[in-house]
C-alpha cells in the first residue's frame, strides 16, 4: 500500500501493533489501535518511541484530545467510501492544536485527496489497486476553493 506524505511516495517508518505484541515493541515508533491506547494509555505514554493511534469513525476523540501533545500520528481509517466522518475528526484534531501527522487509511480515493489536505490530512495510505504515478497532481487540481481549510481558514470572499 503505497503512503504519500506532503505529496511525495515515502516509506512507513510506523510499526502497527497489537493487543499480542506491543509490549515487545513498546520503545518504538508504533501505531497501536484505539481499544489498546484507551487500555494501556499510561504505559504507551510512558514509552520511549514515539506513538501513533488508529481511529475510526466510532470512537470518541477526547482521549486523544488530552494527549494531543504526546501523540506523533493519527491514522483516521474511512471504511467506505459514504462514511465521512474521519473529515470531521481531522477538523477537530488540527483546531484542537494537533502538530503530529494524521493519515488517512481505508478506503482513499484521488478525488478526495485535495478534499482531505484542506481538513488537515497530510498523508495518505493508497490502496494499491488504486495508485498510479500521476497521483500526486490530485493537489491542485481544483485552483479556487469557497470555504475555509485547515491551513487557511478564511473563506473566498475574506481572503
Not at 466510532?58 to 504526546?70: A, S
Not at 485547515?150 to 473566498?156: H, L, S
Request: glycine share 6%; charged share 25%; hydrophobic share 40%.
Amino acid at each position: 500500500m503505497p503512503l504519500l506524505i506532503n505529496h511525495a511516495v515515502a516509506e512507513d517508518s510506523w510499526l502497527l501493533v497489537d493487543e499480542d505484541n506491543f509490549t515487545a515493541h513498546i520503545n518504538e515508533d508504533i501505531v497501536v489501535p484505539y481499544e489498546l491506547f484507551a487500555e494501556h494509555s499510561d504505559s504507551l505514554l510512558n514509552a520511549e518511541g514515539k506513538l501513533g493511534v488508529r481511529i475510526n469513525g466510532d470512537q470518541n476523540l477526547d482521549l486523544l484530545l488530552q494527549n494531543l501533545d504526546k501523540l506523533s500520528l493519527i491514522a483516521i481509517k474511512f471504511p467506505a467510501f459514504t462514511d465521512g466522518r474521519g473529515f470531521s475528526f481531522a477538523r477537530i484534531l488540527r483546531r484542537s492544536g494537533f502538530t503530529g501527522q494524521i493519515r488517512a487509511e481505508g478506503d482513499v480515493t484521488r478525488d478526495r485527496l485535495e478534499y482531505m489536505e484542506r481538513c488537515g490530512f497530510d498523508a495518505f495510505a493508497i490502496p494499491a489497486d488504486r495508485y498510479s504515478d500521476d497521483i500526486v497532481t490530485a493537489f491542485g487540481e481544483v485552483p479556487v476553493h469557497y470555504q475555509g481549510s485547515a491551513d487557511d481558514e478564511r473563506p473566498i470572499f475574506r481572503q
